[in-house]
């Protein structure tokens, strides 16, 4: 779906084995760079959801309909109102989940990347589609950038799973503490 982000083919032919992680040691590397690279794709995720946000309020700001900029209409406004709501949370949680990997607050990492994990793989994608939205037939076209950032954004939020799959995997993680 996201041209931008392709994946690529690595042949090891003859290359010589040299062993990363003794065996039977792998799954707390594994968790480590799962959590690590979750956190990571929830701020991208934030960023692309602003960037949206953003080109959204200024074509808002901008654009005119019966004499007056759309923005100033409540189908519009309040659109983006709860996009910038949506955004807020969303950003808090990453910032949570990146401190806590960042400081390996173990205690802590796998409830914070859970939460921002299941948090902006339902609110990227939808503060897009309402940036869209707000843009009209513009907003989807190829000339626009829009319609990349959704498809980022919908990119983040299969990655391991949907928001489903990290709310029981935050709930799991609750329950059992």
Known sequence: MDTTRPYSELTLDGTPAEVVVAPGRARPVLTAV????????????????????DTAV???K?????????????????????????????RSLAYRAAWAVHTGAE????????AASACVS???PSGCERAIQALGGIGFTWENA??????????I???EGS?????????????DA
């Open 146 to 155: 829009l319609q990349r950032w959704y498809k980022r954004a919908q990119w």
């Open 58 to 60: 200024a074509y808002a």
């Open 62 to 90: 901008q654009r005119e309909q019966f004499g007056k900029p759309i923005g100033s209409y409540q189908g519009v406004s309040y659109q983006l109102a709860d996009v910038y709501t949506d955004l807020q949370l969303a």
């Open 157 to 159: 939020a299969s990655w």
């Open 107 to 114: 205690e802590k990492t796998e409830e914070a990347v859970a």
């Open 122 to 124: 339902e609110v990227a």
């Open 163 to 175: 928001a489903t799959n990290w709310r029981e995997e935050l709930a799991s993680w609750l329950l």
């Open 34 to 53: 799962r959590q690590q690279t979750a956190a990571l794709l929830a701020c991208e995720g934030v960023g692309v959801m602003q960037r949206a946000l």
